[in-house]
């Protein structure tokens, strides 16, 4: 099973990953919670109460991966809106981030976490031994669904991939590109998705 998920009898997931593989995924998970930054009272009071009540931001991210991971629920559906129109997207938008929002980071965090933790088990399980198998039980495995589809927009932000379209040229870079690595990762995640999308159909 190298590179690729496979199903596990009764459900979960399981893939073979080597000790870079593993260092890859936690570093790119531990820059995604860097981004993504701490949950409501983890940088404030610790209040639960005052947590539970707390309004997230009304205004888009302007780090263009933070805009990709958490996008306008109302955009523009195509051509040029009447002034009025795009002004009342603007705020149905704003609304609906300022109660959403937190939320979606706090998700998106939870399944980081959660990766890094399942690699950190594994590294400790495999020491010295240059890999390990992972293996996933459903619920993890859709928490790393989650994280690797985050990872995978971050990286297409950072490369300008708007469109399926443009993955082609990434094919075409040549080696001395400095965005190569940025690439190959990009791809790779890709293939760590798909296969691992195909554990959990029916």
């Known amino acids: 099973m190298p590179g690729q998920f496979e199903p596990l009898p009764g459900g979960g997931a399981a893939v073979a990953l080597d000790d870079v593989e593993i260092s890859i995924i936690r570093s790119l998970a531990v820059q995604l919670l860097e981004l993504i930054g ?3 009272g983890e940088d404030a009071s610790g209040d639960p109460l005052a947590d539970l009540f707390a309004e997230g931001p009304s205004e888009p991210p302007s780090d263009p991966v933070l805009k990709r991971l958490f996008p306008d629920a109302y955009t523009d559906p195509g051509g040029t809106p009447e002034a009025a129109e795009a002004e009342e997207r603007r705020a149905h938008s704003a609304e609906f981030r300022r109660f959403t929002e937190n939320d979606l980071r ?3 965090r939870e399944n980081a976490l959660a990766v890094v933790r399942s690699l950190d088990a594994l590294a400790s399980a495999s020491a010295g031994e240059g890999g390990a198998v992972l293996k996933l039980a459903p619920d993890e495995s859709r928490q790393w669904l989650g994280t690797l589809n985050d990872l995978r927009l971050a990286l297409g932000s950072r490369l300008d991939i708007a469109a399926e379209d ?3 040229l990434l094919y075409r870079l040549p080696d001395q590109d400095p965005r190569k690595p940025m690439v190959m990762a990009y791809l790779w995640l890709g293939g760590l998705q798909e ?4 554990t959990l159909m029916p």
């Open 195 to 198: 296969t691992l999308v195909s």
């Open 166 to 168: 443009d993955t082609d």
């Open 38 to 40: 701490p949950g409501p």
């Open 106 to 108: 706090a998700g998106k």
